[in-house]
């Protein structure tokens, strides 16, 4: 199976106050399709750096991320934006749903943002996946955590991405919650064949994933596959 | 002022943008109030002061409607007082490659024994004096030979005395060489009475009244000031109150602002009180917050308000010399008074509005740590509450409008337009949800039409301020602009009807409103006989007091009028039967201005002093003018000659005969009018001229209203690049969904058309109402003229989307700050 997303070397440094400050230290690794990949690790070990450079949402100032083989850091302002718009969807851990926008509306947003056709039907389909077609009409605060983050789901998969990242989706949930929503994502990756890219800290949720991830003060501990 | 320091002064810094454009609207508010001020202080600062300088101290004045006779000097002089009495006369003279230049005729002889300046004879040439200013400006200097053309005719003078009075330029004759030089013989124009040192002031007062017939007036020096004054206290209280509007636009932001603050420091404030500090202290801070906002935009204000006040000086100059009296401009001052009213009225300003929004803070309970999104949610709820209100406004502002002028000024129609202003704030939040909703299908088909509209709605209480704001600013410009296309096109109008003469015949010299300089004896006759003319009718015109007021007495043929004229008068009233009644009787018609100034009626009676006379006049009608707000009182010429004889004429209409070749009679009139120093125009040159200064008087108008939409504008940039700040996370969270940074821009644009679309229903129907206020309240309180309502639809609807494109203009910043953000750096804010 091809690999869709690769990291080569990947390191990250910050500059804190003029202070060097490395996140990411030389990070190999790929991800093939239909697969969900975990990176395990405690909070500060630079998880959610990885997941941003892997999403084209940052570069690594060292090493490249490629994804179907071409490098984020050489694509252009208006090609990054495609990639983001057709290739991948980001799941966070605090939902990050539009508050003004109801739910059928949240999981519309990317579908017209990218000018896609059908944008009302396809955002249905969606919501009827994650099961909340009952819900479309109303706005996030009126949802639980648990619905919110299966509407951040859907709104991630609506325009059928091939890399799905996601940055602690059980954080916030408890644990019947959190099930339903590892559920939906390890879906995703069989059913829709996305590239499951996944932060956690917890058991349950690495134990969805095909390929498990540690990693240690921004390295890589050990890979591990199931 | 610890505490100070860390929730107001350094969040004031950090949004140091938000903070710049809340201080610009204050600084614009605060200096067109200035600059009108300044400009309207030196406009109508007239020259007198230094004429009375050069004269010496005058105790008392001796005036009269129309001129005093000569002989009444000998008569003063004879009274046993320690006391002088000198005759002036006023006149203006034209100065080649200097213009008009006003001439005082003074009893130098006598004078010199006394005070002033001392003028002597040099040759045969009689001598001139002349202030300083005005020989340096012609480079003239002792004894240059000068010629003036007064009355038509050029005159040579020898000049004598330079005399310094500052900047004014003026020049002075003896009595006989100016009395000689306008044909005037034993006519004075005013008595300047000084009272000897150790002479009792009311015992001199006393015998010089009892001398004199009661038709003259003994009023102390000042009152043609005082005059000036009240007659111009109309024209600059209005100014003065379009001036305000700038100021009412940024009371809006400064609340705008204070809410944000309170909004944003809500967590903050409910630890403070937590830790111990009192509601008292963080009603304190927010108050101390907008006062710091009021004050340092005032400073920058007054001194912004310096510089403009120079720029428009000359545009009110204009108006005031057009419309009302002589006056030449004097250099602006910028007085100690005014500075601190400038920023006294900055910060009143800033503290009153900030007084809502600073209670807001100081209700916040100790353990409340409530969201934006809270308080917007209550705003939403209460915007049902919010339209009572603005319903109970409106009928308040019909109430108001209702009410009869208070002390002469228009009080009701200002506080109709300020509650008409609050209905509209108050209807704002209504009207915005009521445009989400009907344009949700439209909207939603586009991510950022669906999340403008959203944001603005979301935040309603803000976006609601704004939308006031912006609309009030829109509103005074359409009001406005309402007013004075239906003023202009009832004074095009009145124009056609009035105007019917075929020619126009007036001294060469520029005359000033309030001036009625001679044309030269016999003209009206020799033209009377030129081939073609029908009908000649010469008009005599005189300023006159009447009741602390000035006003126009003037006299016509009336028949002719009647025969030729269109005189329009009230309803309901015979034209032909009253003009029928004027000749040979003590009878008058009166120019609407007067009558409404003056509360009179047709059929009342009028006690006028004419010359030596107390005449009683009867009200036969009143006629619609568009030309004075002082007003007119029209005689036949028959009755004015028979209390001023020999009053000359001051200008003519020319009708000609039917079939008559204009250009033909033209020429013959030229031919004979020639080297008199007499103007003849044609009807379509008046027309013009008349409707070129109509528009100049409202040139100032515009300017001010630019200003307000300047306010306005920054208001909404203010305001969004709040809302920009506010919504960091969400705008981040778009580009992660897949927004490109154009997308970013365009929401934010889009929010700013939408500001803009609210803005200019809200404004466009209030400038409506507010029209209607200004034509049927203010103008007809304040000036007297019945303006018919002519809405200038293409004008309005060009400056609508004037103001709509600068809004989106406005938007341009704040957007380019919302597509700059790192997402990521945002997203993580939590």
Redesign the interface.
């Known amino acids: 199976m091809p690999v869709r997303l690769e990291l080569r070397g990947v390191s990250k440094t910050y500059r804190n106050g003029g202070q060097p400050t490395e996140v990411l230290h030389d990070i190999s690794l790929s991800a093939v399709p239909g697969t969900v990949t975990a990176l395990l690790g405690r909070s500060g070990c630079g998880k ?1 750096t990885l997941l ?1 450079l892997a ?1 084209a ?2 570069f690594p100032t060292a090493g490249d991320v490629l994804i179907d083989g071409r490098v984020t850091s050489t694509l252009s ?2 090609e990054l ?1 495609t990639l ?3 290739r991948v969807g ?1 799941v ?1 851990q ?1 939902f ?1 749903l ?4 109801t739910a059928l ?1 949240n999981v519309e ?2 579908l ?3 000018r896609a056709p059908n944008t009302t039907g396809k955002a249905r389909d969606r919501l009827r996946w994650v099961g909340l077609e009952e819900k479309a009409a109303s706005l996030p ?1 009126q949802l639980s955590g648990g619905q919110m983050q299966r509407v951040a789901i859907a ?1 991630a998969l609506v ?1 059928s991405p091939d890399i799905l990242i996601a940055d602690e989706p059980t954080g916030n949930l408890d644990t019947a919650s959190g099930d339903q929503v590892l559920a939906l994502l390890r879906e995703a990756a069989t059913r829709f064949g996305a590239t499951v890219l996944l932060a956690t800290h917890s058991a349950e949720a690495a134990a969805i994933a095909g390929v498990r991830v540690s990693l240690r003060d921004g390295r890589v501990q050990s890979i591990e596959a199931s | 002022m610890k505490l100070l320091r860390s929730l107001i002064l350094r969040p004031l810094r950090r949004d140091l943008p938000r903070t710049i454009l809340t201080v610009l609207a204050v600084a614009l508010g605060v200096a067109v109030v200035v600059a009108i001020d300044l400009a309207g202080d030196a406009a109508t600062g007239s020259f007198r002061s230094s004429m009375e300088t050069l004269a010496g101290k005058t105790d008392l004045e001796i005036l009269a409607n129309g001129s005093i006779d000569e002989s009444w000097i000998g008569v003063l002089d004879a009274l046993p007082l320690n006391a002088t009495f000198s005759p002036v006369i006023e006149a203006q003279g034209l100065l080649p490659g200097a213009g008009n230049i006003p001439i005082y005729g003074l009893d130098l002889i006598h004078a010199a024994g006394h005070h002033g300046p001392q003028t002597q004879p040099a040759g045969e040439l009689p001598p001139v004096g002349m202030t300083k200013a005005l020989a340096n400006r012609l480079h003239m200097r002792a004894p240059d030979i000068l010629t003036v053309s007064i009355g038509g005719h050029d005159r040579q003078f020898q000049v004598g005395d330079i005399v310094d009075a500052g900047t004014a330029e003026f020049l002075v004759f003896d009595i006989a060489d100016a009395q000689q030089s306008l044909a005037r013989y034993g006519k004075l124009d005013r008595i300047d009475v000084t009272v000897g040192a150790g002479e009792d002031f009311a015992r001199v007062e006393k015998a010089v009244r009892a001398a004199l017939p009661p038709a003259y007036f003994v009023e102390k020096p000042g009152l043609r000031n005082e005059e000036n004054q009240r007659m111009l206290r109309a024209f600059r209280w209005n100014l003065r109150v379009l001036g305000y509007i700038s100021l009412v636009v940024g009371a809006f932001l400064i609340y705008n602002t204070i809410s944000v603050s309170v909004v944003r420091r809500r967590s903050e404030i409910g630890i403070l009180r937590a830790v111990g500090a009192s509601r008292g202290a963080v009603l304190a801070l927010f108050l101390v917050e907008a006062l710091l906002l009021g004050v340092v935009g005032s400073v920058l204000g007054v001194l912004l308000g310096r510089l403009l006040a120079a720029g428009v000086v000359g545009l009110i100059a204009e108006t005031v010399n057009a419309l009302y009296t002589s006056s030449r401009p004097t250099p602006v001052e910028l007085t100690a008074s005014e500075v601190w009213s400038g920023i006294l009225t900055g910060a009143a300003v800033a503290f009153v509005s900030a007084l809502k929004p600073a209670r807001e803070a100081m209700q916040v309970a100790p353990t409340e740590a409530m969201s934006r ?1 809270a308080h917007e949610h209550r705003a939403r709820l209460r915007w049902r509450r919010s339209l009572a209100w603005s319903a109970l406004f409106a009928v308040a502002a019909a109430g108001a409008s209702q009410a009869p002028p208070w002390g002469g000024y228009p009080v009701g129609g200002y506080v109709a337009a300020l509650f008409a202003i609050a209905a509209t704030a108050m209807a704002s939040p209504a009207v915005v949800l009521a445009v989400d909703r009907a344009t949700r299908t439209v909207t ?4 950022e039409s ?2 403008a509209g ?2 603005l ?2 935040s309603l209480a803000r976006t609601s301020v704004v939308v006031a704001a912006l609309a009030t600013a829109i509103a005074m410009m359409a009001s406005v602009g309402i007013m004075v296309a239906s003023f202009r096109e009832t004074v095009a109008l009145w124009l056609d009807v009035q105007l019917r003469a075929d020619f126009y015949v007036r001294p060469a010299i520029r005359s000033g409103a309030g001036q009625y300089p001679p044309l030269p004896e016999g003209i009206a006759a020799s033209l009377a006989g030129v081939s073609g003319v029908a009908a000649v009718d010469d008009f005599r015109g005189i300023e006159f007091h009447y009741q602390g007021e000035r006003a126009t007495l003037g006299a016509g043929n009336l028949e002719i009028v009647r025969r030729y004229g269109r005189l329009r008068f009230l309803a309901g009233e015979d034209r032909d039967a009253i003009l029928r009644s004027l000749p040979d009787r003590d009878r008058a018609v009166v120019s609407e201005p007067f009558a409404i100034k003056h509360g009179v009626h047709a059929g009342d009676r009028l006690t006028v002093p004419i010359g030596d006379h107390t005449v009683t006049l009867t009200v036969a009608g009143i006629y619609y003018d568009y030309s004075s707000s002082q007003g007119y009182v029209i005689l036949d010429r028959s009755t004015m000659l028979k209390y001023l004889p020999g009053l000359a004429a001051t200008n003519a209409a020319i009708y000609l005969a039917p079939g008559a070749d204009a250009g033909q009679v033209l020429r013959e009139m030229q031919l004979r009018t020639a080297g008199k120093g007499v103007a003849i125009a044609h009807n379509s040159e008046l027309r013009r001229a008349s409707i070129e200064i109509f528009d100049r008087t409202f040139a100032i108008t515009w300017a001010l209203e630019a200003v307000a939409i300047l306010v306005a504008m920054l208001g909404a940039a203010n305001s969004l690049l709040a809302l920009v700040l506010d919504r960091r ?2 705008l981040g ?9 154009g ?1 970013v821009r365009g929401m934010i644009l889009t929010e700013a058309a939408f500001l803009g679309l609210l803005a200019s229903i809200l404004g466009v129907a209030l400038g409506l109402a507010l029209s209607l206020l200004l034509i049927f309240v203010v103008n007809k309180q304040s000036f007297g003229w019945t303006i018919q309502f002519h809405p200038p639809g293409g004008l309005l609807a060009g400056a609508v989307l004037l103001v709509w494109i600068v809004t989106v203009l406005a938007g341009l910043y704040p957007a380019r700050v919302a597509s700059r953000m790192n ?2 750096e945002v ?2 804010e ?1």
């Open positions: 959610t941003h999403g949402m940052d302002d208006a934006t983001r718009r057709t980001f966070f605090f990050q539009l508050p003004t926008l509306e947003l990317p017209l943002l990218a605060y709104r325009h | 999104g939603r088909r586009r991510a669906l999340l959203r944001s709605t979301s996370r969400e969270l778009l580009r992660f969904l897949g927004a490109s940074a997308q997402p990521i997203i993580q939590e």
